[in-house]
């Protein structure tokens, strides 16, 4: 049973667009939900990452808005560019940090 | 440089014999992990290690085993090998506190 459901699983977006993917989870125990970018041959990097206490964390392009209640949190890519074509995960943690839970992954592709 | 460092990157082996999939980190961090990609599923933790001698499994931890006995490394053993351990494999490390996980560049199992 997957701890963390991503959606979509892939995702074309014209240059410029926003791209928006979604995860939910169930474990009210988890309290650090960061997503991470994969491009091609390279391992995942984290690209941006929010706590509960929070609705809202945007960092450049990049915003993660969270919803504690419905226990959903969501990725949106302004302005995005072709550069941004990569696969992206949504994971979360709980407190002793030892678990970290992966999403099943999107490969987003934006068309110049 | 700071880096996780995986080899090899590329194995293709036949099922029953035993391989060690190396994983070295340059960080000084405390704790470090191996997780499985596969498609559709996204990342899957196999074990992870708090510190030297201290190993826990993760969530798919059959048909694997680990050895934490300094810092800086962290193999990953396939003591039997069979087609579903086909796979790419990550490795993973974080400073204490820190929820950032550095990878690895990744090494693709093939178990014919």
């Known amino acids: 049973q997957q701890q963390v459901k991503q959606s979509p699983q892939s995702l074309i977006v014209q240059k410029g667009g926003i791209s928006i993917i979604n995860c939910a989870y169930e474990?009210?125990?988890?309290?650090?939900f960061p997503w991470y970018q994969q491009f091609p041959g390279k391992g995942p990097a984290l690209l941006i990452a929010?706590?509960?206490?929070?609705s809202e964390k945007k960092e450049g392009r990049f915003t993660i808005s969270f919803n504690k209640s419905a226990k959903q949190f969501s990725l949106h890519i302004m302005d995005s560019q072709p550069g941004d074509s990569a696969t992206y995960f949504c994971?979360?943690?709980?407190?002793?940090?030892?678990?970290?839970?992966f999403g099943s992954g999107t490969k987003l592709n934006v068309k110049p | 440089e700071a880096q996780v460092t995986q080899n090899p990157r590329y194995l293709i082996t036949v099922t029953g014999k035993k391989l060690t999939v190396t994983c070295s980190q340059n960080?000084?961090?405390?704790?470090m992990s191996w997780y499985r990609q596969d498609p559709g599923l996204g990342l899957r933790q196999i074990y992870y290690s708090m510190n030297v001698e201290v190993t826990d499994k993760g969530d798919v931890p059959e048909g694997y085993k680990v050895s934490r006995k300094e810092k800086r490394n962290f193999p990953l053993i396939l003591e039997s090998p069979s087609p579903n351990q086909t796979s790419l494999y990550f490795c993973?490390?974080?400073?204490?506190?820190?929820?950032?996980?550095?990878f690895g560049e990744g090494s693709r199992l093939t178990v014919l």
């Open positions: 993973a490390s974080s400073g204490t506190g820190v929820r950032e996980l550095f």
């Open positions: 994971a979360a943690s709980s407190g002793n940090f030892n678990k970290f839970y």
């Open positions: 474990n009210t125990a988890f309290d650090y």
């Open positions: 929010i706590r509960p206490d929070v």
């Open positions: 960080m000084n961090h405390e704790y």
